[in-house]
T-cell receptor
């Protein structure tokens, strides 16, 4: 079972910020929060990840609450090409011989509206 | 991601037939994965491999087998295809030396079992 819960769908106006929430109330201290997205039946694409500090890259920002039980992915200026399913994933950082499964739940279907 | 390719992209087969899906990567990654995706659901892990000839079962390995004879190639076989194996199949790769171990996905193979 996925360790995260996300709303099944959201809408966002083009040009506005898209804020996608994720709850991970059972997260452990050594687990990271990852975000991927999948644009209509293409392979999922990595967006960003974080442990406890907020993170930003060229695609998005990740805000993690102080208790780490939830996070928000922010797309600052959503475009039509950001319409996709967004997956929030919690997993332990990989070790040399260990592997923590990447569990993709149903995700949030984001529709960016003109 | 063009560095991860899958063949065929689409396949129609009949119940009971043996089929093979191929995955190749030019990223030089040591780890490779096979996932399946059913409509409206997230991805589920079938098998994964840490290196050549290393094979590990995922969540739903029954009815599937894999082969990793070379670092760049990871093939998935359905020994006797059945209709409920109709799905979208994704191959992915990752580099165990990379801290966050991002997974890079291929374009997918759409399989229909009649």
């Amino acid at each position: 079972d996925a360790k995260t819960t996300q709303p099944p769908s959201m809408d966002c106006a083009e040009g506005r910020a898209a804020n996608l929430p994720c709850n991970h109330s059972t997260i452990s201290g050594n687990e990271y929060v990852y975000w991927y997205r999948q644009i209509h039946s293409q392979g999922p694409q990595y967006i960003i990840h974080g442990l406890k500090n907020n993170e930003t890259n060229e695609m998005a920002s990740l805000i993690i609450t102080e208790d780490r039980k939830s996070s928000t992915l922010i797309l600052p200026h959503a475009t039509l090409r950001d319409t996709a399913v967004y997956y929030c994933i919690v997993r332990v950082a990989p070790g040399v011989r260990s592997y923590d499964k990447v569990i993709f739940g149903p995700g949030t279907s984001l529709s960016v509206i003109p | 991601d063009a560095d991860v390719t899958q063949t065929p992209r689409n396949r129609i087969t009949k119940t009971g037939k043996r089929i093979m899906l191929e995955c190749s990567q030019t990223k030089g990654h040591d780890r490779m994965y096979w996932y399946r995706q059913d409509p409206g659901l997230g991805l589920r892990l079938i098998y994964y491999s840490f290196d050549v000839k290393d094979i590990n079962k995922g969540e739903i390995s029954d009815g599937y087998s894999v082969s990793r004879q070379a670092q760049a190639k990871f093939s998935l076989s359905l020994e006797s295809a059945i209709p409920n194996q109709t799905a979208l199949y994704f191959c992915a790769t990752s580099d165990s030396k990379e801290l966050q171990e991002t997974q890079y996905f291929g374009p997918g193979t759409r399989l229909l079992v009649l």
